[in-house]
């Protein structure tokens, strides 16, 4: 069975870091890009950052820029993303996902096969 399970969130203050973590299992690792995802109240799922886990290459957004870093470890099939600098409108559930989709795509939620469960990030103020 596919599985991506997500960790590492929690409540945290303005300012403060938080690492999370997207462990996958039951498909190739290296075939697929995964994508972290944030979804606020009353908001759309959107995407923050990705990374091709076969070549290396990153995106990460405008809005999480400077503060967010994702990286992988293909011996652990995990991706990360490191959250430092947090801050109140950071609060939201994130969720990893995997996709075979071309590259281009790896900001769009549709082009996802495979979803993990959410995490919550809570950032207070």
């Known amino acids: 069975d596919v599985q991506l399970q997500a960790s590492g969130g929690g409540l945290v203050q303005a300012g403060g870091s938080l690492r999370l973590s997207c462990v996958v299992s039951?498909?190739?690792?290296?075939?697929?890009?995964i994508g972290w995802f944030r979804q606020a109240p009353g908001k759309e799922r959107k995407g923050i950052s990705c990374?091709?886990?076969?070549?290396?290459?990153?995106y990460i957004g405008d809005s999480v820029a400077g503060r967010f870093t994702i990286s992988r470890d293909n011996a652990k099939n995990t991706v990360y993303l490191q959250m430092n600098s947090l801050k109140p409108e950071d609060t939201a559930v994130y969720y990893c996902?995997?996709?075979?989709?071309?590259?281009?795509?790896?900001?769009?939620?549709?082009?996802?096969?495979?979803w993990g469960q959410g995490t919550q990030v809570t950032v207070s103020s």
């Open positions: 990374i091709d886990n076969s070549s290396g290459i990153t």
């Open positions: 996902a995997a996709s075979k989709a071309p590259w281009r795509y790896c900001r769009i939620a549709s082009r996802y096969d495979y």
């Open positions: 039951g498909f190739t690792f290296d075939e697929h890009h």
